[in-house]
């Protein structure tokens, strides 16, 4: 029965193999007015964890967090500062009732965060690889 079984599944494992490897990767990007070529890992942190609010070309930062709930928003965290939603969420609330610093803000779909960052020299969102458009200049990318 074995015997039967198993090529099966090695063929069934092969065929989703590529699914899984080809995971889309999260990109920081900001508006090509903002004269930023590129940021460091520590840029993109201290941004979008309120510790600073500038680019390092001298522009504000504006940070754009996608939607509550999006996937793109949890993998970004997770793969920036190994965090999960919740965790973030405490983060921010702790900050805002100090009155330290305030969140980025809230985009409600994928195409606000993009609008507003083509529309303002300071802003910067983080999307999947796909949603860039060449209206947009990518200044950082998280490994998988």
């Known amino acids: ?24 990767s999260i990109v920081v990007v900001a508006n090509p007015a903002a004269g930023v070529d590129a940021l460091s890992r520590n840029d993109v942190i201290n941004i979008f964890l309120g510790s ?41 609330a702790r900050l805002i009732f100090s009155g330290k610093t305030r969140p980025p803000i809230q985009a409600e779909r994928v195409e606000d965060a993009v609008s507003m960052v083509q529309g303002s020299v300071g802003a910067i969102t983080y999307l999947e690889r796909s949603k860039v458009s060449g209206k947009l200049k990518i200044v950082f990318e998280l490994a998988q």
């Open 1 to 24: 029965m074995m015997r039967r079984f198993l090529p099966r599944l090695i063929v069934l494992l092969a065929m989703l193999m590529p699914a899984l490897a080809h995971a889309e």
């Open 52 to 92: 600073f609010r500038q680019l390092p070309s001298g522009v504000a930062a504006l940070p754009i967090d996608l939607p509550p709930g999006h996937p793109a928003r949890a993998e970004f965290y997770r793969l920036l500062v190994g965090k999960n939603q919740a965790e973030i969420n405490t983060y921010w």
